[in-house]
């Protein structure tokens, strides 16, 4: 089954980024529906940065403002939890710079997620990517350029080995993107206080024994770790139980989680070709945290942002795009 993902963050300039900073600095967070800026959660457990100037945050401004106080503590429930930053190629630098700056800002790293391999999500929702593998290789050098020493955390290429292993992504380009993906791993290694986890695909997917060797040949030993369940709906313990049979095969590497719409499982109904796309009836799953419990999970991260569409499918707008209903829904379980 596949699962697709957004096409990209909403572009935002630095300058806007690091001022938005400024009402999100410190441990303080206000959690209660209230209609204050949107504040950083506890540095200790949860490290990473909450964009006070989201779509989510703007969303549930937007719902104060309107007098819908219920909708609107129900959107912050999302807007309060840092989640990833789907970068865009046409200012990669820019963002990339934007957000780490305003993440250190605030004395918390930046989450961020690059997805823009070449013949990606092989031509479907989210399809597209750079336009060759010169092109995503000055991409790379352009995310790099824009982290320099700050701190970041870069999920690598949601669906790009997995679509390989399934033959999505036609066995012509490969070995290109076998390159692309290590020459990535390293180039993000290269940075002082970067890591850069690999995405291995899902809990419903497949099996390790299929993804395990692939993970290998993409330099998955070079990487800090792999991520799973990126934009899907397994379960954390499932997820959880999927990691750690991959990582036995791929060096005992660690793993991080994407809890953000698994709060109630998988949907089951439905074509099953698209129970990944906009399912009804999920929910927001574990808060982002690195408090996992087991040092070989690293975190539950917020991957996906929730609210944003998978897709033009079950009345949804474009990927990437807010769906305000949708996020509601999400919120209240």
Not at 75 to 85: F, L, T
Not at 309 to 320: L, N, R
Request: glycine share 12%; aromatic share 8%; charged share 25%.
């Amino acid at each position: 089954m596949y699962r697709k993902l957004r096409a990209g963050a909403v572009a935002v300039g630095a300058a806007l980024l690091v001022s938005a900073c400024s009402s999100g600095g410190g441990d303080n967070n206000e959690g209660d529906g209230s209609t204050g800026p949107v504040k950083q959660q506890p540095k200790g457990a949860d490290p990473f940065w909450v964009n006070p100037d989201s779509k989510a945050a703007k969303a549930a401004a937007a719902l104060a403002k309107d007098g819908k106080d219920d909708e609107a503590a129900k959107v912050r429930k999302i807007a309060e939890q840092p989640s990833g930053e789907w970068l865009l190629p046409e200012n990669a630098t820019e963002q990339a710079r934007g957000y780490t700056e305003a993440a250190q800002k605030a004395d918390r790293d930046a989450l961020l997620v690059v997805y823009n391999i070449p013949h990606r999500d092989c031509g479907q929702y989210s399809g597209g990517g750079a336009a060759d593998g010169n092109a995503y290789r000055e991409f790379i050098d352009q995310v790099a350029a824009g982290i320099g020493d700050r701190p970041a955390t870069v999920i690598l290429e949601p669906d790009a080995v997995q679509h390989m292993v399934d033959n999505c992504t036609p066995e012509q380009f490969h070995e290109e993107r076998y390159d692309l993906l290590k020459g990535a791993i390293a180039k993000f290694n290269s940075l002082k206080d970067t890591k850069v986890y690999l995405d291995a695909g899902n809990a419903g997917w497949g099996k390790p024994d299929q993804i395990y060797e692939p993970l290998k040949w993409s330099g998955i030993d070079q990487a800090d770790g792999f991520s799973v369940n990126v934009s899907n709906f397994y379960t954390t313990e499932e997820s959880v139980k999927y990691g750690k049979e991959l990582s036995a095969k791929v060096g005992n590497k660690p793993f991080v989680v994407d809890t953000s719409r698994n709060g109630n499982g998988p949907y089951t109904g439905g074509a099953a070709d698209e129970r990944w796309c906009n399912p009804p009836g999920r929910a927001l799953g574990e808060k982002p945290t690195t408090k996992t419990g087991d040092p070989q999970v690293k975190a539950y991260l917020w991957v996906k942002r929730p609210g944003e569409s998978d897709g033009t499918c079950k009345g949804g707008p474009k990927a990437g795009e807010w769906w305000g209903e949708y996020a509601v829904k999400l919120a209240n379980g």
